[in-house]
């Protein structure tokens, strides 16, 4: 069995990592986050185009490039090399994979070509106040209203609401626990009763909103209280996504602290030359290496659907982890430099510690883990 990535793959990541880097440098980046949408609907639009970025794993029948999960975690890797800012992750790798798991095929026809084309923009409203990453948190109300629904209920740290088309939003029937009466809705920006507010995030990159709903009008997606299953699944892609960023993000803190590390001279020699120096980049790249192994994994077995919810688990707490280390490791390597707010290191240890909390932190993928090993 061959787990390398073909030379169609290597060739599509040497693309995307040209792309990146042309059109997202660190001066961009500081930036588009510092605006209002908090990304370059411009550039969004032209990789769209050219690329085929927001469909690259969507079925062709829904306009997209029928490419399978290990492309799609490419484009995360090398977006998390950059900090790409952008509605990607929200719109595909959340409310894309939740309408294509738990929606009916109208459904499906008629709301994937726009998100593949880069013309709609959408997202995932999970978290509740008080409430955890697991399906039994969820409480927001369902009023049944002829053939669609009303909803009431507070969501919180919803990422980049304020800019999406669609929101799909989970909500409980009442009286049902666990998978059960789990159902998935769609709601429209301009919704009447829907209220946006954008959260100061840790991570400027990622823009957040709280959403409040009042009695406001949606479509239920897919079957009457079928949801629980495919919002499950979405949800261990997402963490596989992610753990796919933070790998790309963990390389690019070596890749920086390495050559940091070259061109700092302190005693008439580079800093890279004394030992301590030396264990810290050595152990980084152990963690990065196992980080990347785990992430790989994990989409191969989203793509081959094997194993994949413990695959899921094991490596967003892995790349969480490693992550966190590099980032903070980066920013100790560079000294009193890295702590400054046009330097780039900080903006790096703010994207591991946002990924870290996003789906879940790795004491709850662990406990996960656990109860999925049968402890």
């Given at each position: 069995m061959?787990?390398?990535f073909?030379?169609?793959?290597?060739?599509f990541?040497?693309?995307?990592?040209?792309?990146?880097?042309e059109h997202?440098?660190?001066?961009?980046?500081?930036?588009?986050m510092?605006?209002?949408e908090?990304f370059d609907?411009?550039l969004?639009?032209r990789?769209?185009?050219?690329?085929?970025l927001?469909?690259?794993h969507?079925?062709?029948?829904?306009?997209?490039?029928?490419?399978?999960?290990?492309e799609?975690?490419?484009?995360?890797?090398?977006?998390?090399?950059?900090l790409?800012?952008?509605?990607?992750f929200?719109t595909?790798?959340?409310?894309?994979?939740?309408?294509?798991n738990?929606?009916?095929e109208a459904?499906?026809?008629?709301?994937?070509?726009?998100?593949?084309?880069?013309?709609t923009?959408a997202?995932?409203?999970?978290?509740?106040p008080?409430?955890?990453w697991?399906l039994e948190?969820?409480r927001?109300?369902?009023?049944?209203?002829?053939?669609?629904?009303?909803?009431s209920?507070?969501?919180r740290?919803?990422?980049?609401?304020a800019?999406?088309?669609l929101?799909?939003?989970?909500a409980?029937?009442?009286?049902?626990?666990?998978?059960d009466?789990?159902?998935?809705?769609?709601?429209r920006?301009?919704?009447?009763?829907?209220t946006?507010?954008p959260?100061?995030?840790l991570?400027?990159t990622r823009?957040?909103?709280?959403?409040?709903?009042?009695?406001?009008?949606?479509?239920?997606l897919?079957?009457?209280?079928?949801?629980?299953?495919?919002?499950?699944?979405?949800l261990?892609?997402a963490?596989?996504?992610?753990a796919?960023?933070s790998?790309?993000?963990?390389q690019r803190c070596?890749?920086?602290?390495?050559?940091w590390?070259?061109?700092?001279?302190?005693?008439?020699?580079p800093?890279?030359?004394?030992?301590?120096?030396?264990?810290k980049?050595?152990?980084?790249?152990?963690?990065v290496?196992?980080a990347?192994?785990a992430?790989?994994?994990?989409c191969?077995a989203?793509q081959?659907?094997?194993?994949f919810?413990?695959a899921a688990?094991t490596?967003k707490?892995f790349?969480d982890e490693?992550?966190?280390?590099?980032?903070?490791?980066?920013l100790?390597?560079?000294g009193?430099?890295g702590?400054t707010?046009e330097a780039?290191?900080?903006?790096?240890f703010?994207?591991a510690k946002a990924?870290?909390?996003?789906?879940g932190?790795?004491a709850f993928?662990?406990a996960?883990?656990?109860?999925l090993?049968?402890?």
């Open positions: 061959n787990f390398a073909s030379d169609e793959q290597e060739a990541r040497a693309e995307l990592r040209r792309c990146f880097e997202a440098p660190t001066t961009a980046v500081f930036r588009w510092e605006s209002v908090g609907r411009a969004w639009k990789l769209a185009g050219e690329l085929g927001p469909g690259v969507l079925p062709e029948a829904y306009g997209g490039q029928g490419f399978g999960f290990l799609l975690g490419i484009v995360l890797e090398e977006a998390g090399r950059v790409f800012p952008s509605p990607f929200s595909i790798c959340l409310a894309a994979n939740a309408i294509l738990a929606g009916n459904q499906k026809r008629a709301l994937l070509p726009g998100i593949a084309s880069g013309d923009l997202t995932l409203a999970l978290l509740e008080g409430g955890d697991d948190s969820i927001l109300a369902v009023e049944m209203d002829g053939g669609g629904a009303r909803l209920g507070s969501k740290f919803v990422t980049d609401a800019t999406a088309d929101i799909v939003v989970a409980r029937r009442e009286g049902a626990r666990g998978l009466g789990v159902d998935l809705f769609v709601v920006r301009d919704a009447p009763g829907l946006l507010t959260v100061e995030p991570d400027a823009k957040l909103t709280h959403v409040e709903l009042m009695r406001v009008p949606a479509e239920p897919g079957e009457p209280g079928g949801a629980g299953a495919a919002l499950a699944k979405t261990d892609q963490r596989v996504a992610l796919c960023e790998a790309g993000g963990a070596l890749d920086s602290a390495v050559a590390a070259k061109q700092r001279v302190q005693f008439a020699r800093i890279g030359s004394f030992q301590a120096i030396q264990h980049c050595a152990e980084v790249l152990l963690e290496a196992s990347q192994s992430a790989h994994f994990a191969w989203a081959q659907d094997e194993g919810p413990l688990a490596a707490s790349c490693a992550y966190l280390r590099a980032s903070q490791e980066n100790h390597i560079h009193g430099v702590f707010w780039e290191p900080h903006l790096y703010k994207r990924n870290e909390t996003l789906l932190p790795p993928q662990r996960r883990i656990a109860q090993l049968g402890f």
